[in-house]
Every structure is written in structure tokens, then in C-alpha cells.
């Protein structure tokens, strides 16, 4: 199996790798890279994202053909992707931070600041948050609820059809963590942060 965590000059990402090379333990091929036929070719992609909304989207379009490859990967072939932090984000048709951009469009909605009902919570949301699953997750199996996950964010994302939604976390107020829509998944929460549970989620990603 050959699972690639795409490479798009999104900041660092050397703990997703680290991470998701110790779960595959040479069992799986773990590639990283931004190059479109080895993308195309793999059974899973990861999209990881740091940084803001905007410069993650604008970081994916400066590479030729890479949002078309994504696309047909995740929407006409249907094969899994995770994203992770900002990789989630992305899923949906505009973020404001900075300024207002258009994302994926893979799930209606938008990533807007969190409200820090002025000033009452610190923003970036940082640290270990409790989590609540709204469903059954493939990604979580074995994973229990109210279980914590490493959070780095001051955006979310609002999602129009609430049924795609796995997992929230209250921080000012509800907020999205997770989401699930067939074979796409993605987490606010960083994973390759997040201790054992973190990378039982990774291991649950590459055996599904």
C-alpha cells in the first residue's frame, strides 16, 4: 500500500511524517512529495496544513495540476484522504482569515475566527482539548469517547450539512473537530500531536 502525505511547502510537517512512518513500520510505503503521478498512484493521501487558510490554498495552486489531482483523487476516484488541521479547512468553499478565499469545496461551508467573546478565551486555541464523537468514525475505532486531542487553531470550520460532522470540542463554543463524509476525512486536531490516541487514529486511517 502506498499512503502519501502531500508535500506543499505548507510549513512544517516533519511530526505528520514522523508519525505516520512509525505506525507503517515499513509495513506501508510512506511518501512525501507534491509530485502529481505518485499522488495519482497511491491508495491514500494525507493533506496536512499549518500556517493560515489563505497561504495553505495559495501554497496548493502554486503547483501545477496539484488541486485538479487532489479533486479527481478524493471526488471521481474516491479514494481516501485525510486532512489534518488547516488540511481540513481546506475542504470547504471559503475561509476568512487574512482575507477571503475560496477553499476546496469538497463540503459546503465556511472557516471563520472563533468567537473569543472578547477576549474571554486565548486565541490560538492551544493544548490537549477534550473531544465528543456525534458518530460512529472510521477513523476512530477503538478510540474512546471524551477521549484528548493536541489543538493548535484560532479558525473553524462551519460546516452546512451538520450530519458530516464526527467529533466536536468545546472551546468558547462548540466547534468542529472532526468530519466524515465517505471517503473523505479530516481532524482540527493534530494527530501526529496527540500521543498513543493520535496515532491510533493514524493507524485506523492507513487500514481502512
Known amino acids: 500500500m ?4 502531500v508535500d506543499y511547502n505548507s510549513g512544517n510537517i516533519s511530526s505528520v511524517i514522523n508519525s505516520f512512518k512509525e505506525v507503517a513500520k515499513n509495513k506501508v ?16 493521501v494525507v493533506l496536512p496544513g499549518q500556517g493560515s487558510f ?5 501554497a496548493l495552486n502554486n503547483i501545477s495540476g496539484l488541486v485538479e489531482t487532489l479533486n479527481k483523487f478524493t471526488n471521481i476516484n474516491k479514494k481516501p484522504l485525510l486532512g489534518i488541521c488547516v488540511g481540513l479547512q481546506m475542504f470547504a468553499d471559503i ?11 469538497w ?3 465556511k472557516v471563520s475566527k472563533i468567537d473569543n467573546q472578547n477576549g474571554k478565551y486565548k486565541l490560538p486555541h492551544i493544548g490537549w482539548n477534550e473531544i465528543s464523537m456525534t458518530k460512529d468514525s ?6 474512546e469517547n471524551k477521549s484528548h486531542m493536541y489543538f493548535v487553531h484560532s479558525y473553524e470550520f462551519v460546516p452546512e450539512d451538520k450530519s458530516v460532522i464526527s467529533a466536536t470540542t468545546e472551546y468558547s463554543s462548540n466547534i468542529v ?3 466524515e463524509k465517505e471517503n473523505i ?5 493534530h494527530p501526529e500531536k496527540s500521543d498513543k490516541i493520535g496515532l491510533k487514529i493514524i493507524d485506523n486511517f492507513i487500514n481502512l
Open 2 to 5: 502506498n499512503v502519501t502525505i
Open 29 to 44: 510505503n510512506i511518501e512525501v512529495t507534491s509530485d502529481l503521478s505518485k499522488i495519482k498512484s497511491s491508495d491514500k
Open 54 to 58: 489563505k497561504s495553505c490554498v495559495d
Open 95 to 105: 475561509g476568512y482569515e487574512e482575507t477571503e478565499t475560496n477553499g476546496l469545496g
Open 107 to 109: 463540503i459546503s461551508g
Open 138 to 143: 472510521k477513523i476512530f475505532k477503538g478510540i
Open 177 to 179: 473537530c472532526s468530519v
Open 185 to 189: 476525512f479530516g481532524t482540527q486536531f
